[in-house]
């Protein structure tokens, strides 16, 4: 069975400035999809950034940019130019990429993100 | 194009009681999975419903059911409901074809007092 890990409950930023988010995975699988996913207050999950593992190219997506080290099962998100609104609930997710019966979300327990002003 | 929806947006029951949720998924999508997500945790995989078929599931009792209807909307049912089942109940759309896209909808939170 896969594992998340996200030890850091809490991390505080000023705002403009730049933040990394922390994660580790544990699994026996050599495909798969990482993934960094953001809930505000309002509670809706959003998607932030998606890796597939079989790409070296770590994926980009404007200000959020992932580390994506294989071999030591880690994927931290950076988040360039903190914005009031990158206030949320941060959680780091695994999935499967045999798709089918094994296309379920793995997360990890979260970290509270605060931008402060 | 509307995205996920889900009713109601909040519950309150007493335990022992039966609780039915309902999600529509983004339009297009054909797969519905449900996650349960306790207070300051992460969400926790219920099931994945394809085709009207129950196609995986969680770590969870059979007291949580579901269903999917031939429009692709879904139904999770939870009964004898306890106090430990109070938590936000999302719901995630995603196409079979392209199922590490997964859409989620705002959630339902459930109370049981």
């Known amino acids: 069975a896969q594992t998340v890990t996200q030890s850091q409950p809490e991390m505080s930023v000023q705002e403009a400035e730049t933040v990394t988010l922390s994660c580790t995975y544990d699994t026996s699988e050599n495909n798969y999809y990482l993934f960094w996913y953001k809930q505000p207050p309002s509670r809706q999950m959003i998607l932030v950034i998606r890796q597939e593992a079989y790409k070296q190219q770590n994926a980009t997506e404007n200000r959020f940019s992932v580390n994506f080290q294989k071999a030591a099962k880690s994927f931290s998100l950076k988040i360039s130019d903190s914005q009031l609104g990158d206030t949320a609930m941060y959680f780091c997710a695994f999935m499967s990429s045999y798709g089918g019966a094994n296309s379920k979300l793995t997360f990890g327990k979260g970290i509270t993100l605060s931008v402060r002003p | 194009d509307a995205g996920v929806t889900q009713s109601p947006t909040h519950l309150i029951k007493t335990r022992g009681q039966q609780v039915t949720l309902r999600c529509s998924p983004k339009s297009g999508h054909d797969t519905v999975s449900w996650y349960q997500q306790a207070l300051g945790q992460g969400p926790q995989f219920i099931f994945q419903?394809?085709?009207?078929?129950?196609?995986q599931r969680g770590n969870f009792p059979d007291r949580f059911s579901g269903h999917q209807f031939p429009n692709y909307s879904s139904e999770l049912n939870v009964n004898a409901l306890l106090l430990g089942d109070s938590a936000l109940y999302l719901c995630?759309?995603?196409?079979?074809?392209?199922?590490?896209?997964?859409?989620f909808g705002p959630g339902t939170r459930l109370t049981v007092t």
């Open positions: 419903y394809y085709e009207e078929e129950e196609r």
């Open positions: 995630a759309s995603s196409l079979v074809l392209a199922d590490y896209e997964q859409y």
